[in-house]
């Protein structure tokens, strides 16, 4: 069983910044690419980034490119997510997923396990 644990949401003004950090159980972590998704009451969740199992590949939505960076350390099994100049559009509550196949995908069902989201809301 795979657990993931998310931390650093929080309240942050327009144009600030925030890492989060998601926080892996076993011994396996390097072998899978990880993704952050992300979702607003009422709507569909979305992806947001993706990285592959070595963190030599990386994959952004187009809305947070250049201002988001995702990162991994395998031997603390942990991915992160740099926001800076965070936007009130950014709000949400932020997953992170562990993703099924090697092959990248923005589609959810692709990724197996999840954490239990981080809320992150963004002041104008």
């Known amino acids: 069983q795979v657990q993931l644990v998310e931390s650093g949401g929080g309240l942050v003004q327009a144009g600030g910044s925030l890492r989060l950090s998601c926080a892996a159980s076993?011994?396996?972590?390097?072998?899978?690419?990880m993704g952050w998704f992300r979702q607003v009451p009422g709507k569909e969740r979305e992806f947001v980034a993706a990285i592959s199992r070595n963190g030599g590949t990386t994959y952004y939505k187009d809305s947070v490119k250049g201002r988001f960076t995702i990162s991994r350390d395998n031997a603390k099994n942990t991915v992160y997510l740099q926001m800076s100049s965070l936007k009130p559009e950014d709000t949400a509550v932020y997953y992170c997923?562990?993703?099924?196949?090697?092959?990248?995908?923005?589609?959810?069902?692709?990724?197996?396990?999840w954490g239990q989201g981080t809320q992150v809301t963004v002041s104008s």
């Open positions: 997923a562990r993703r099924q196949t090697l092959v990248h995908s923005t589609n959810e069902y692709d990724y197996d396990y």
């Open positions: 076993g011994r396996t972590f390097s072998s899978y690419p």
